[in-house]
């Protein structure tokens, strides 16, 4: 771990010049005084560091110097896949790699195109997470990370809907959706899908397993979304909307949302537009559409209509308002 850092150091003073003590310890996620050490250690073994004091002094290699060190190990490369994503790297453990690697190609770049990548990593950011939700606990990802790399059998203690179950599996791959890891492992003969959050106690054996000819993560997650998606909408909605109301639909309801507006009925005289919504069972439904409160008008069908009327005399009655 030490090497690790003093190439990170060695990359951080090559790529961006002179920098202070506080800056390359922020940037190491280490103390000052292990900054001290490990330059101390670059100094020792040959590595031209100088030292500038005063307000503007702090650390930097003696012009001209440029190191050779710059060849991509097998996880720094696995990290870059990861470079528009630091918070994701740095839940799977790769924080740490994921810099190294950045600042080696940064390295082994001309001056012009390394100066462009770093206004790239000014300009761009990307956050997975979801927003008004905190993120998943995942005391157990880098474990689970680990696993899918080394192809390992995983022994797992789950906690599901239907209460808690232990059983081994052979981790795939992760998918992060959301802000929410998952695992697609294969268990019971079958391809299945876990939330990472939900593993209560998670053992690496020592087993190796061999993946399954032609398995594809990318196809695999697709077509279990959308089979996830056709099981959940049982139904459809037919409402009646303001205007209000179709724009809060796609932030409510998502893509699904977007797609009814998108084959909305012409306007009546107030702006107010029919529309289809897919909606789950009708406990859940009735939930999701009491968001658009007032904007929105259940026409169809009859059974969820009278339910959203019953659950709105039930307010009201709770409230002190007259039906």
Request: aromatic share 6%; proline share 5%; hydrophobic share 45%.
């Amino acid at each position: 771990m030490r090497a690790d850092r003093l190439v990170s150091l060695l990359l951080l003073l090559q790529n961006r010049g002179r920098m202070t003590a506080p800056e390359l310890a922020a940037e190491l996620e280490v103390s000052v005084r292990t900054v001290y050490r490990d330059i101390e250690a670059l100094s020792a073994s040959g590595v031209p560091v100088r030292a500038d004091r005063g307000p503007a002094g702090g650390y930097r290699l003696m012009d001209g110097y440029r190191t050779r060190l710059t060849g991509l190990t097998e996880a720094e490369a696995h990290a870059l896949f990861l470079a528009g994503a630091p918070g994701p790297a740095r839940e799977l453990g790769l924080g740490a790699v994921l810099t190294t690697a950045q600042l080696k190609v940064q390295a082994a770049l001309p001056a012009e195109l390394a100066e462009r990548t770093r206004r790239i990593q000014d300009r761009f950011h990307l956050d997975a997470r979801a927003w008004f939700r905190d993120a998943d606990p995942v005391a157990h990802l880098a474990q689970v990370a680990q696993a899918v790399w080394e192809q390992r059998v995983l022994r797992t203690h789950y906690r599901r809907w239907g209460g808690e179950v232990r059983r081994e599996i052979r981790p795939l791959g992760i998918v992060l959706k959301g802000g929410i890891w998952y695992l697609v492992a294969f268990a019971h003969d079958s391809v299945r899908t876990y939330r990472i959050s939900r593993f209560l106690a998670v053992d690496t054996t020592e087993e190796v397993f061999e993946r399954p000819t032609g398995f594809d993560l990318a196809a695999y997650w697709q077509e279990s979304s959308r089979s996830l998606e056709a099981a959940l909408h049982q139904g459809t909605a037919k409402l009646r909307i303001s205007p209000r109301a179709q724009r809060l639909l796609p932030m409510q309801f998502g893509a699904v949302g977007t797609r009814a507006l998108e084959g909305a009925g012409p306007p009546d005289a107030e702006g107010w537009v029919q529309v289809e919504v897919p909606v789950e069972g009708e406990t859940v439904a009735v939930s999701d559409l009491l968001r658009l409160g007032a904007e929105a008008e259940v026409l169809g069908p009859p059974e969820l209509r009278q339910a959203i009327a019953k659950a709105v005399a039930i307010l009201a009655g709770r409230y002190g308002v007259a039906p």
